[in-house]
């Protein structure tokens, strides 16, 4: 059965960092490509960031580019979201997603594998 799990959440105060983790089980996440995600609440679920299976290219939400970054660890089958100089507006919940294709992206519709989502609170 396909899982992933995120964890690494947590609050931080204006200007911090966090590293997430997106676990993946039961399946191999070389030929995946993930999404990550973010809903706040009373707002619509958007894309935060994604990168590609095998080559790894990713690509960032313009409200995030130069913050954040993406990684993948094939071999412990999991993505590393990096969140820097976060902002108190960065305050959501963080879901990942899984798509069996080359190419990430950031539309929520086609994916249809999703991890349970992990709080991520900017507050001083």
């Known amino acids: 059965q396909l899982q992933l799990v995120e964890s690494g959440g947590g609050l931080v105060q204006p200007g911090g960092s966090l590293r997430l983790s997106c676990a993946a089980s039961?399946?191999?996440?070389?030929?995946?490509?993930i999404g990550w995600f973010r809903q706040a609440p009373g707002k619509e679920r958007e894309g935060v960031s994604c990168?590609?299976?095998?080559?790894?290219?990713?690509y960032y939400a313009d409200s995030v580019k130069g913050r954040f970054t993406i990684s993948r660890d094939n071999a412990k089958n999991t993505v590393y979201p990096q969140m820097n100089s976060l902002k108190p507006e960065d305050t959501a919940v963080y879901y990942c997603?899984?798509?069996?294709?080359?190419?990430?992206?950031?539309?929520?519709?086609?994916?249809?594998?999703w991890g349970q989502g992990t709080q991520v609170t900017v507050s001083s």
């Open positions: 997603a899984a798509d069996r294709v080359y190419f990430c992206y950031m539309d929520a519709v086609p994916y249809e594998d």
């Open positions: 039961g399946f191999t996440l070389d030929y995946y490509a």
């Open positions: 990168i590609g299976s095998s080559d790894g290219h990713t």
